[in-house]
């Protein structure tokens, strides 16, 4: 499987439009053929070798420009006897199923522990277990949340996905739009707090020269020019509205040189999804910390960490706008705190479209933007 981070090994050379040096075009197609009629034998001498019918990751392999879908969720939560996520994210995986999208990316807090849970089921095995009723077409992306940070420093987490390889940050393209996968809980100020104590450092997107700094940076920077859409996922919320962990992210992620807001917002990425607080927020285009709608290099933050974890925390069950103290002023459009949910996305050239879509398949919330 050809890997999809473009920070490490990129792309092969392209070959000669003509075939291999020395060889005609005919005598290279005639090779093309026989090479693919023998592979064809094989595959149906070795049927081990057939790709295994559980959702993995899928990079790119489709041509640039053409429209794709992609579905969100995060906080699923599963395990936990006391708390519905194994129930929920069993509904939102039919439902993206429905939807058939590209691929299905989770921003984080799969589980609450890899420790076998009050009915004996190891949580993480549950999580796994519903993964594999994804339709198989449908390629997933995993983020880290600080659950799966509790435990080995994330190595337990790591091992069931490959693309999150040492570091837990990545990069891919689909469709001609690049996306980009951050691991933020680690140097997040409110590391400290119960139940996030064990996220060790291990690049600190926020913290100036970092190794995965450095790595954004460039994945940012080496946009093909013609590249209209880029899209940002990590766990830890930066504008989600609600009253708990995360309230002092904010202000380390844009302060100084080091800001991820500011480096993010400065690149154009058009939105950045997270999870970890159990509610849905969406806020206008963001630029340097002000509401910037219409302006050209600026940033929606999703908060959508409804995939299953408990929703009925806190004292703002409808969220009034703005919950925190402090956040730009008319910067918050919408959010709830009150209902399971995904968001599906479509792109097509340059319209963006995403509905949030709650458990009964009712509508919470849908915006698009228009390049
Ligand atoms: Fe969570």
Not at 34 to 44: D, E, G, Q, R, Y
Not at 165 to 194: I, K, T
Not at 269 to 290: L, S
Not at 347 to 361: E, N, P, Q, Y
């Amino acid at each position: 499987m050809k890997d999809p981070r473009t920070d490490q090994g990129g792309r092969g050379a392209a070959a000669p439009a003509d075939g291999p040096i020395g060889m005609g075009m005919q005598g290279a197609r005639r090779i093309l053929r026989i090479a693919a009629f023998l592979s064809s034998v094989l595959f149906l001498l070795l049927p081990s070798c057939a790709p295994r019918k559980t959702a993995t990751v899928r990079p790119d392999e489709e041509r640039p420009g053409r429209a794709f879908s992609f579905a969100v969720v995060s906080d699923t939560h599963t395990g936990a006897t006391a708390h519905t996520g194994k129930k929920v994210f069993a509904r939102i995986i039919e439902q993206v199923n429905e939807k058939k999208p590209d691929f299905l990316v989770h921003c984080g807090d799969w589980i609450i522990a890899p420790t076998p849970d009050k009915l004996g089921e190891a949580t993480a095995d549950t999580f796994m277990h519903l993964l594999s009723l994804l339709d198989p077409e449908i390629a997933f992306y995993p983020v880290l949340g600080n659950h799966e940070g509790d435990y080995e420093d994330y190595a337990y987490a790591r091992s069931f996905f490959p693309v999150l390889g040492e570091s837990g940050w990545y990069s891919f393209d689909h469709g001609g739009a690049r996306f980009f996968v951050v691991e933020n809980n680690s140097d997040a100020p409110d590391s400290d707090l119960p139940g996030y104590r064990s996220c060790l450092p291990n690049g600190g997107i926020n913290t100036p020269g970092s190794a995965q700094r450095a790595w954004l940076a460039s994945v940012l920077r080496s946009r093909p020019p013609d590249t209209v859409w880029t899209f940002g996922f990590g766990h830890r919320s930066y504008y989600g509205a609600e009253q708990y962990a995360g309230r002092k992210n904010i202000a380390s992620a844009r302060r100084g040189e080091g800001s991820f807001c500011r480096l993010i917002e400065e690149a154009g990425v058009d939105v950045f999804f997270n999870g970890d607080q159990h509610c849905y927020t969406r806020t206008t285009p963001i630029r340097d910390g002000e509401a910037a709608e219409g302006v050209e290099n600026a940033t929606v933050y999703l908060t959508v960490g409804g995939g299953g974890g408990r929703i009925n925390r806190g004292r703002n069950v409808s969220l009034e706008f703005p919950v925190l103290e402090g956040l730009p002023r008319g910067a918050y459009v919408t959010g709830t705190k009150s209902k399971h949910f995904f968001v599906h996305c479509t792109v097509r050239d340059r319209l963006f479209h995403a509905d949030v879509i709650d458990t009964s398949g009712a509508l919470i919330d849908s915006f698009s933007i228009r390049k």
